[in-house]
């Protein structure tokens, strides 16, 4: 939901049991003059009942953020807010560097 992309096609036919829909999404185009937008819509794709979009979004539209508190010392406190990864097979990788 709400992905932008460098291509028109995004999903190619899934298997019957998942189900799986791009929806209001937008696709990067090339600027042709000074004031054009980046993006253009792209169709939805796939079935986006209201009712399964609800359901897929429970958890977001439920869940409360905890108040942040201390943490040990020796603990690492590492958060990451609006993150973007692309053009790749793993996503993000962290591994700890002991000295």
Not at 17 to 23: A, D, E, Q
Not at 43 to 65: F, H, K, T, V, Y
């Amino acid at each position: 939901m709400g992905i932008v992309a460098d291509s028109v096609v995004l999903l190619v036919p899934p298997p019957p049991k998942p189900h799986v829909v791009v929806t209001k999404s937008r696709r990067m185009v090339d600027l042709k003059t000074e004031g054009e937008p980046p993006t253009v819509p792209l169709p939805d794709q796939g079935n986006a009942e209201p009712e399964w979009i609800l359901s897929m979004l429970e958890q977001l539209r439920s869940d409360r953020p905890r108040a942040l508190t201390a943490i040990p010392l020796e603990a690492t406190d590492l958060r990451f807010y609006r993150v973007k990864v692309e053009n790749c097979s793993t996503a993000i990788h962290l591994q700890a560097q002991h000295p």
